[in-house]
T-cell receptor, first 116, second 115 residues
């Protein structure tokens, strides 16, 4: 498809396990974001990749969270030793333009994580 | 200080009436963009409208318009002739050139359209 693709769409895991969430942005989009959204709440910024620049990791809640973006395309968000408070929908978004004030974000459908 | 402020956690509007969703922002960057997104209960985020900081006229997209008051740093979304399908969460966002184009979101406003 032409949109932002996220997998898995749903993930149920046990407390203490590691999980990996994948995001495949729209081809050619240089900017990629990860957000976390708890039920009925706003978007919590996690990390921002922009081209070849060092990522903005200022939103990662703890050192259990990490993300990488390989080849300027696919990104993986890893949560180690998951906790129940990590349960949320993890949204990935990408945009065409980088250092600019224009260009809307295109969102994936999200990965719903449930930690038992 | 929060960069995007949406002061209305929830709003109600009667079908076919107009509604204004408030958004104020804070930035020292002279070049920025303001966006509104809609998130229905199904969860997908839908881009609605964009306003650039240098745009002289308010943006409009069908039933959506953006009331941009630069001096007051406000970018309110106006939805005319509300429809039941407009019931959703609405997010205001800002993108700043000085922050390498990073987008910042408000906490959102939940709009409920009553029949």
């Amino acid at each position: 498809g032409a949109g932002v693709s996220q997998s898995p769409s749903n993930k149920v895991t046990e407390k203490g396990k590691d999980v990996e969430l994948r995001c495949d942005p729209i081809s050619g989009h240089t900017a990629l974001y990860w957000y976390r959204q708890s039920l009925g709440q706003g978007l919590e910024f996690l990390i921002y990749f922009q081209g070849n620049s060092a990522p903005d990791k200022s939103g990662l809640p703890s050192d259990r969270f990490s993300a990488e973006r390989t080849g300027g395309s696919v990104s993986t968000l890893t949560i180690q030793r998951t906790q129940q408070e990590d349960s949320a929908v993890y949204l990935c978004a990408s945009s065409l333009a980088a250092r600019t004030n224009t260009g809307e974000l295109f969102f994936g459908e999200g990965s719903r994580l449930t930690v038992l | 200080a929060q960069k995007i402020t949406q002061t209305q956690p929830g709003m109600f509007v009667q079908e076919k009436e107009a509604v204004t969703l408030d958004c104020t922002y804070d930035t020292s960057d002279p070049s920025y963009g303001l966006f509104w997104y809609k998130q229905p209960s199904s969860g997908e985020m839908i881009f609605l409208i964009y306003q650039g900081s240098y745009d002289q006229q308010n943006a409009t997209e069908g039933r959506y318009s953006l009331n941009f008051q630069k001096a007051r740093k406000s970018a309110n979304l106006v939805i005319s002739a509300s429809q039941l399908g407009d019931s959703a969460m609405y997010f205001c966002a800002m993108r700043e050139v000085e922050r390498a184009g990073k987008s910042t979101f408000g906490d959102g406003t939940t709009l409920t359209v009553k029949p």
